[in-house]
């Protein structure tokens, strides 16, 4: 069971973080209705966390507009 708190009218959960060398560590995540087996993060967050870019991919947004996002790899607890 995943447990979170509501805040605001928007449910956010915990997702632990494993890097290695380091402690393992929490970020609070809204979460998504529309949830695709991914998660997104701020670019900021991807680079304090130094995670390793895996690949790109395009996506399509609610716009209609096209886009090319960055797939980094990271374990979550």
């Not at 529309?34 to 991807?46: C, I």
């Given at each position: 069971m995943?447990?979170?708190k509501?805040i605001?009218?928007r449910?956010?959960v915990?997702?632990?973080?494993?890097?290695?060398?380091?402690?393992?560590?929490s970020?609070?995540?809204?979460?998504?209705?529309?949830?695709n087996?991914?998660?997104t993060l701020?670019?900021q967050?991807?680079?304090?966390m130094?995670?390793?870019?895996y690949?790109t991919?395009?996506a399509r947004?609610?716009?209609?507009s096209e886009?090319?996002?960055?797939?980094?790899?990271?374990?979550i607890?």
């Amino acid at each position: 069971m995943i447990y979170g708190k509501v805040i605001d009218g928007r449910a956010i959960v915990p997702v632990v973080f494993r890097l290695p060398s380091q402690p393992d560590f929490s970020l609070d995540f809204v979460i998504d209705t529309g949830f695709n087996d991914h998660l997104t993060l701020p670019p900021q967050a991807v680079s304090a966390m130094n995670l390793p870019l895996y690949s790109t991919t395009s996506a399509r947004l609610a716009d209609g507009s096209e886009a090319l996002l960055s797939i980094h790899l990271a374990t979550i607890v």
